[in-house]
């Protein structure tokens, strides 16, 4: 078994398309990102403070009329931690000022260095939708606002400490599945397998000796990752050591679980021509749906619903929990509860499928 792992590792490491697409085409991403700078969103995250007056027509046209805001719910004690860890842009909090100036409401934003970003772009859009309102009224006296704002020391949120979560879920669910979809249909076609047969080395120490050689070179690959967008990018790891090896292990069973569909799509698949459908059915969606490149909150709301449930998904938000905001394993339970339920489910299926000839 040992002897198959080492022949397997050199193998990979060999191989340019292995090497180029699980290491440098994701730090090829990450630079593009990591150098890009401010830039808003397709829909931001608030809330409106408990103390907030919401029988008025400023808190209508915020909640009703604005359509890239998403007004979460929750009590104060949950929505200023969401605040402090990024989930959140904004608290608000609209109050009337009983002034005679003509200034009769404040809307006051509560941030963080987490969300401060976002702030920019917000306060002028609350703006212009309330001026839009103002419009229509009987004179703009008679509907004024002033806004402020204020915020709260919190973690510094960068760019990098979203995408590069993304990029290793990128490198690990794409090189997983191909990798052991295309290596084993390839023994297969090629009588390896059938060679190994006639030696004493059992069959369960020839898939468990490739699957240690692909664990260990994708466990490279997301440490490299990491350092890289660390002390090039400063990305954050909230625990610093601890993180570090907390993003491992999640890395560690996201990797196991996508060999297991890697196993699946070997086994349906019968000739190399299809493996690549087969494979890209299953990666494409994620990539695009499970908050690689952008967040999910940017889709709508029925299909968020869905996607959080996918298990690229749970690895990238399991791993943006641990690195950014300072959880530990046992705080993303659901996440690793998804990704443990597609990894029975995998392997379950893998199990009927799977071919040695």
Not at 160 to 184: E, K, N, R, T, W
Request: proline share 3%.
């Amino acid at each position: 078994m040992l002897a198959i792992t080492k022949a397997s590792l050199i193998g990979i490491f060999r191989s340019p398309q292995a090497v180029f697409f699980s290491l440098f085409f994701p730090i090829v991403l990450i630079v593009v990102f990591g150098a890009l700078s401010g830039g808003g969103g397709i829909s931001f995250n608030v809330a409106f403070d408990a103390k907030s007056d919401t029988s008025n027509w400023v808190y209508r046209v915020i909640n009703d009329n604005i359509p890239v805001l998403n007004v979460v719910k929750g009590n104060e004690e949950e929505l200023v931690d969401r605040l402090k860890k990024g989930r959140i842009s904004a608290l608000i909090n609209i109050q009337k000022t009983g002034s005679d100036t003509g200034v009769q409401y404040n809307v006051h934003f509560i941030t963080t260095s987490a969300g401060q970003r976002d702030s920019a772009f917000l306060q002028p859009i609350i703006k212009q939708a309330v001026e839009n309102v103002n419009n229509y009224g009987k004179s703009p006296q008679s509907k004024s606002i002033v806004l402020s704002n204020e915020t709260v020391e919190a973690r510094k949120y960068r760019m990098i400490d979203f995408y590069l979560p993304g990029m290793i879920g990128f490198a690990l669910i794409g090189s997983a599945v191909f990798g052991v979809a295309f290596v084993y249909l390839t023994f297969r076609e090629t009588l390896v397998l059938k060679r190994l047969f006639s030696t004493p080395v059992k069959r369960g120490y020839m898939v468990v000796g490739e699957s240690i050689a692909r664990i260990i070179f994708l466990l490279m690959t997301a440490v490299v990752l990491i350092l890289f967008g660390r002390y090039f990018y400063h990305f954050t790891l909230a625990n610093g050591f601890i993180t570090f090896l907390e993003m491992l292990a999640l890395s560690l069973l996201g990797i196991i679980v996508f060999m297991g569909f890697g196993f699946v799509i070997s086994g349906i698949s019968k000739n190399q021509n299809v493996v690549p459908v087969y494979a890209n059915l299953f990666m494409f969606p994620q990539y695009f749906l499970a908050g690689t490149f952008f967040p999910i909150t940017a889709l709508p709301q029925g299909m968020q619903a869905v996607v959080k449930y996918l298990p690229l998904t749970a690895l990238n938000d399991a791993l943006r929990k641990i690195s950014f905001e300072g959880s530990h394993l046992w705080n993303v339970g659901r996440e690793i509860g998804v990704l443990g339920a597609w990894c029975i489910i995998a392997y379950a299926i893998a199990i009927k499928v799977f071919k040695w000839e």
